[in-house]
């Protein structure tokens, strides 16, 4: 039986405990050097900035090849990380998309069952957080989210195994560290992430970000507006003496939060 996964193909060596360990040193080092910087201190004997150091890891770390490991017993796959710590144990029929030591740590990952999907802990439990009811599980780039496939429809679910948004929709088509739009049909809906994950619904006929300063603008039946923290539709001149959070406005208490 072959192994079903998302090939990743990674000409560079395997990283190691003592890789990781480096990497682990050089964060170390970081640290305490733009603890230093912000406080206009010198550490002696250091002759490099925090920027100089951060470049020398991202170059150290793109020598290896920090991928999950997929490991066969009894007809059945798992996945190990390059320390050898079994995330998912040998039960599975196939492994989703692999992930990156450095850039994925801890999260979620992804196995199949009975030809469907389901997303497990990685902590060599076997736990699931989902039933194995999808098509496809993947990572979307914006944490700590997952975009599902069921019947030919996307969802959205956390790294927790919730429902986001449900498999209702056709596509996603815009995220960035606020907002996740999506379409259904000829209508759009959107989640917003900095309002503890508001899920609005595809009624829509547009949703707009005019810059990373201002709230999103929706418009419906020609009307055009903006959704307050409660999932509620304003129209702009509702909106200008409004002193609540508007879905889609830079909110510094949440932004960028998993």
Same mark, same amino acid.
């Given at each position: 039986?072959s192994?079903?996964?998302?090939?990743?193909?990674?000409?560079k060596?395997?990283?190691?405990v003592?890789?990781?360990q480096?990497?682990k040193?050089l964060?170390?080092?970081?640290d305490?050097?733009e603890k230093?910087?912000?406080?206009?201190?010198?550490?002696?004997?250091n002759?490099r900035?925090?920027y100089?150091?951060?470049m020398?890891?991202s170059?150290?770390?793109?020598?290896?090849?920090w991928?999950?490991t997929?490991f066969?017993k009894?007809?059945k796959?798992?996945?190990?990380?390059v320390?050898?710590k079994?995330?998912l144990?040998?039960?599975y029929?196939?492994?989703?998309?692999l992930?990156?030591k450095i850039?994925c740590?801890?999260?979620?990952?992804?196995?199949?069952?009975?030809?469907?999907?389901?997303l497990?802990k990685?902590?060599?439990?076997?736990?699931?957080?989902?039933?194995?009811?999808y098509?496809s599980?993947s990572?979307?780039?914006i944490?700590p989210? *997952?975009?599902?496939k069921?019947?030919?429809k996307?969802?959205?679910? #956390?790294?927790?195994?919730h429902?986001?948004?449900?498999?209702?929709?056709?596509e996603?088509t815009?995220a960035n560290g606020r907002?996740i739009v999506?379409?259904?049909?000829n209508?759009y809906?959107l989640?917003d992430?900095t309002?503890?994950?508001?899920?609005?619904?595809?009624? *829509?006929?547009?949703v707009e970000f005019?810059d990373m300063e201002q709230?999103c603008t929706?418009?419906k039946?020609?009307?055009?507006g903006v959704?307050?923290?409660?999932?509620?539709?304003?129209?702009?001149?509702?909106?200008l003496?409004?002193?609540? *959070?508007l879905? #889609?406005?830079y909110?510094?208490d949440?932004?960028?939060?998993?």
């Amino acid at each position: 039986m072959s192994v079903k996964s998302t090939t990743i193909v990674v000409n560079k060596p395997k990283a190691t405990v003592k890789n990781l360990q480096f990497v682990k040193k050089l964060d170390n080092i970081i640290d305490d050097i733009e603890k230093a910087e912000e406080n206009d201190e010198v550490i002696e004997g250091n002759r490099r900035s925090s920027y100089d150091l951060a470049m020398i890891r991202s170059q150290y770390i793109d020598r290896y090849d920090w991928y999950d490991t997929i490991f066969e017993k009894n007809g059945k796959y798992g996945t190990k990380n390059v320390t050898g710590k079994v995330l998912l144990p040998a039960k599975y029929d196939g492994i989703g998309e692999l992930c990156h030591k450095i850039y994925c740590g801890n999260i979620p990952r992804v196995a199949k069952l009975n030809g469907k999907a389901g997303l497990v802990k990685p902590d060599g439990s076997g736990e699931a957080l989902t039933p194995f009811v999808y098509d496809s599980i993947s990572y979307m780039l914006i944490e700590p989210y *997952y975009t599902v496939k069921k019947d030919g429809k996307l969802g959205i679910i #956390g790294k927790d195994g919730h429902v986001i948004a449900p498999c209702i929709l056709d596509e996603i088509t815009h995220a960035n560290g606020r907002c996740i739009v999506f379409r259904s049909g000829n209508k759009y809906g959107l989640l917003d992430r900095t309002c503890n994950d508001l899920y609005i619904a595809p009624q *829509y006929d547009k949703v707009e970000f005019v810059d990373m300063e201002q709230p999103c603008t929706v418009t419906k039946d020609d009307v055009e507006g903006v959704i307050n923290e409660y999932g509620d539709f304003m129209t702009c001149e509702e909106a200008l003496d409004y002193e609540g *959070y508007l879905v #889609g406005e830079y909110n510094p208490d949440t932004f960028f939060k998993d």
